[in-house]
């Protein structure tokens, strides 16, 4: 839900500074620009616990007589 959060922000960043173009936008360019790295770093971390949990579940079905 997080990470969805900080997509739909990313895309209002982007959006404003269409908006704003030609002017100066380097505080909406930052946040932008966190909250796409925010994004993929929280998509990260659900592959990885994804993988993790899928790991662990097929350990606990082989090990079950």
């Known amino acids: 839900v997080i ?3 900080c997509d739909y922000g990313e895309n209002t960043g982007i959006f404003v500074m269409l908006r704003a173009y030609p002017d100066d936008f380097a505080a909406t360019a930052g ?8 994004k ?3 998509l990260g ?3 990885v616990l994804l993988a993790a949990g899928t790991v662990v579940l097929g350990l606990r079905r082989i ?3």
């Open 31 to 38: 946040i932008t620009s966190a909250l796409g790295v925010a």
């Open 3 to 5: 990470g969805a959060l």
């Open 45 to 47: 971390a659900a592959l």
């Open 40 to 42: 993929f770093a929280l």
């Open 63 to 65: 090990k079950k007589p």
